[in-house]
């Protein structure tokens, strides 16, 4: 089935250093992809549309500035969480759409990024 | 405004002990519903899709149904294997590829 990879799994940086997570799909090519940010015992809440080759789409109060994507191929995005604080610290999650449709959306495993 | 809803926000059966988790959706047009699985510190792992009122899938000891108002996760016979957090998404049309996350239910079964 679909795979979507996505590193590293954790990751503890300082205040105001930057972290960069991958997204990559491993066996199909997806010209979007998104990114989710999820709280301890709440849901997925979007971030932003990621798409290959042009400018990210941020929901309603997601920094762009802060949260930087790139697309920059049809199998890999990149999030970067530039100057980083304690509150930015979570779990975020990126997900493709594999477009043969027999998977719906297919997510990475997630990154645990502590801010200390 | 487009809202998905999960209930029971928890449960807690009994190994074998048989039981229904409900989603309820207001959209202004669904394009298909998603669940999927997601265990703890893990991404979500896809388990239906539905597209239209009527429709009912099944994998193992769980089925998917699907009316115009909401979908139902029953699951049959449970084992602890099948304790974690079940999550119900929509894709909503002319929404791009969007889709809205309820909150999920998070299941606990005892052995």
């Known amino acids: 089935g679909a795979v979507v990879s996505q590193h590293p799994s954790r990751v503890i940086c300082k205040s105001g250093t930057s972290v960069k997570i991958e997204c990559r799909s491993l066996d199909f090519q997806a010209t979007t992809m998104f990114w989710y940010r999820q709280f301890p015992k709440q849901s997925l809440m979007l971030m932003a549309t990621s798409n290959e080759g042009s400018k990210a789409t941020y929901e309603q109060g997601v920094e762009k500035d802060k949260f930087l994507i790139n697309h920059a191929s049809l199998t890999l995005s990149t999030l970067t969480v530039t100057s980083a604080h304690p509150e930015d610290s979570s779990f975020y999650i990126c997900?493709?759409?594999?477009?043969?449709?027999?998977?719906?959306?297919?997510f990475g495993s997630g990154t645990r990024l502590t801010v200390v | 405004e487009d809202q998905v809803t999960q209930s029971p926000e928890a449960l807690r059966l009994q190994e074998g002990e048989s039981s229904s988790l409900n989603c309820s959706y207001t959209v202004s047009g669904l394009r298909g519903l998603f669940w999927y699985r997601q265990d703890p510190g893990k991404g979500p792992e896809f388990l239906f899709t539905?597209?239209?009122a009527g429709e009912e899938k099944e994998k193992e000891r769980l089925k998917a149904t699907l009316t115009k108002k909401e979908s139902f996760l029953h699951i049959t016979a449970p084992k602890p294997e099948d304790s974690a957090t079940y999550l119900c998404a929509v894709q909503i049309m002319n929404r791009d590829d969007k889709i809205i996350f309820g909150k999920g239910t998070r299941l606990h079964i005892l052995p």
């Open positions: 539905l597209y239209s």
């Open positions: 997900s493709a759409r594999d477009l043969r449709d027999l998977y719906g959306y297919t």
